[in-house]
C-alpha cells in the first residue's frame, strides 16, 4: 500500500498570504495524484487532477505541481473561503489511498 | 446538476448489519465506476470500495480492512449502489460517501454522506 505523507499538519496563515501544502509519496506515483478540499459539514471538493490538472470550476490560485513522488499544492493569494483541510490521494497502485491531511487556518 | 443522495446510515450494534444506499443523477450512472470513502469521526478519508461500470466488467474492489465484512453492488437501472455492511466493528463508525470515479480512480462526485454509528 503506498502511503501518502502531508506538511505540515496545521498551517496558520491570513488572507492574503500564499499557501504551499506538500504531499510525499511511498513509492513513485508518477502524476497520478489528486487534491481535495474538504470543509466541516461539506462533501470533499476536488480540485487537482493527475497532479496539475485543475478541476472545472477551480479558481487559478490553485495550482499542482509535482511527480514521482513529492508534490505540491499552492493557493497563491488566500481567501476566507480557503480555510479548510485539504488531501493529497494517489490512484498509482491499489488500494487507493488518502493523506492525512493538512488543516489550513487563519493565522 | 450532479446528486448523490445516500441513505440508510444509523446507529447498529457491534456484530451487526446495516446497508447504505445511493441515488445518482446528472450524470451516465451506467458508465460509472462508484466508489465509497468513508471518514471516521476526527480522521481523515479513507477509501472503502468500488463497483465498476458492466462495460468495465462489472469488478468490485475492496480495501483490506473491509473486505469478507462489506458487498458493494449496483443496479443501473436504478442508478443506485449499495454497501452492504455485515460483521460491523466499533471502528466501521464513520460518515459514508458515495463517490463517482474519474479518470479510473479520483473522485470527481461526492455525496452529503451517511452516518454510520456502531456501538453497544
Known amino acids: 500500500e503506498i502511503v501518502l505523507t502531508q506538511s505540515p499538519a496545521t498551517l496558520s496563515l491570513s488572507p492574503g498570504e500564499r499557501a504551499t501544502l506538500s504531499c510525499r509519496a511511498s513509492?513513485?506515483?508518477?502524476?497520478?495524484l489528486a487534491w481535495y478540499q474538504h470543509k466541516p459539514g461539506q462533501a470533499p471538493r476536488p480540485l487537482i487532477f493527475?497532479?496539475?490538472d485543475r478541476a472545472t470550476g477551480v479558481p487559478a490560485r490553485f495550482s499542482g505541481s509535482g511527480s514521482g513522488t513529492d508534490f505540491t499544492l499552492i493557493i497563491s493569494s488566500l481567501e476566507p473561503d480557503d480555510f479548510a483541510v485539504y488531501y493529497c490521494?494517489?490512484?498509482?497502485?491499489?488500494?487507493?489511498?488518502f493523506g492525512q491531511g493538512t488543516k489550513l487556518e487563519i493565522k | 446538476e450532479v446528486q448523490l443522495v445516500e441513505s440508510g446510515g444509523g446507529l447498529v450494534k457491534p456484530g451487526g448489519s446495516l446497508r447504505l444506499s445511493c441515488v445518482a443523477s446528472?450524470?451516465?450512472?451506467?458508465?460509472?465506476?462508484m466508489s465509497w470513502v468513508r471518514q471516521a469521526p476526527g480522521k481523515g478519508l479513507e477509501w472503502v470500495g468500488r463497483?465498476?461500470?458492466?462495460?468495465?466488467?462489472?469488478?468490485?474492489e475492496y480495501d483490506a480492512p473491509v473486505k469478507g465484512r462489506f458487498i458493494i453492488s449496483r443496479d443501473d437501472s436504478k442508478n443506485t449502489v449499495y454497501l452492504q455492511m455485515n460483521s460491523l466493528k466499533t471502528e466501521d463508525t464513520a460518515l459514508y460517501y458515495c463517490?463517482?470515479?474519474?479518470?479510473?480512480?479520483?473522485?470527481?462526485?461526492w455525496g452529503q454522506g451517511a452516518l454510520v454509528t456502531v456501538s453497544s
Open positions: 463517490t463517482a470515479d474519474h479518470r479510473d480512480g479520483y473522485f470527481i462526485y
Open positions: 446528472g450524470f451516465n450512472f451506467n458508465n460509472a465506476w
Open positions: 463497483a465498476k461500470s458492466k462495460a468495465a466488467g462489472g469488478t468490485i
Open positions: 513509492q513513485s506515483l508518477n502524476t497520478y
Open positions: 493527475d497532479a496539475f
Open positions: 490521494q494517489q490512484r498509482s497502485s491499489w488500494p487507493l489511498t
